[in-house]
């Protein structure tokens, strides 16, 4: 069974950088394109940044392009979001999941398995 542990929130200032990773276990890392979601209290669960299952190709909410970055490292099965110039809008609880056989998606239907979170908070 795949399982999904994110690591590496806190409390962050704005204008600061954070980064924080998701270790993939239970299955073939390479076989699954990954993403990264947030969702805000009171709020629904958004796309922010996924990444292909060869690593080459990503795609990032406008709300957070050019500001934080997704990469994969696939001999440590672990996938990365480091946020940089972040934001108070940015505080969320940050979640990774993975999607098997699918090339990329920003879809959170296509994404079968969910880690449990991790927070992330911006201080103005």
């Known amino acids: 069974q795949v399982q999904l542990v994110e690591s590496g929130g806190g409390l962050v200032q704005a204008g600061g950088s954070l980064s924080v990773s998701c270790k993939f276990s239970?299955?073939?890392?390479?076989?699954?394109?990954m993403g990264w979601f947030r969702q805000a209290p009171g709020k629904e669960r958004t796309f922010v940044a996924a990444i292909n299952w060869r690593g080459g190709i990503t795609d990032y909410s406008d709300s957070v392009k050019g500001r934080f970055t997704i990469s994969r490292d696939d001999a440590k099965n672990t996938v990365y979001l480091q946020m940089n110039f972040l934001k108070p809008e940015d505080t969320a609880v940050y979640y990774c999941?993975?999607?098997?056989?699918?090339?990329?998606?920003?879809?959170?239907?296509?994404?079968?398995?969910w880690g449990q979170g991790t927070q992330v908070t911006v201080s103005s």
């Open positions: 999941a993975a999607a098997y056989l699918v090339a990329m998606t920003t879809s959170g239907d296509r994404y079968k398995y």
């Open positions: 239970g299955g073939t890392f390479r076989n699954y394109a």
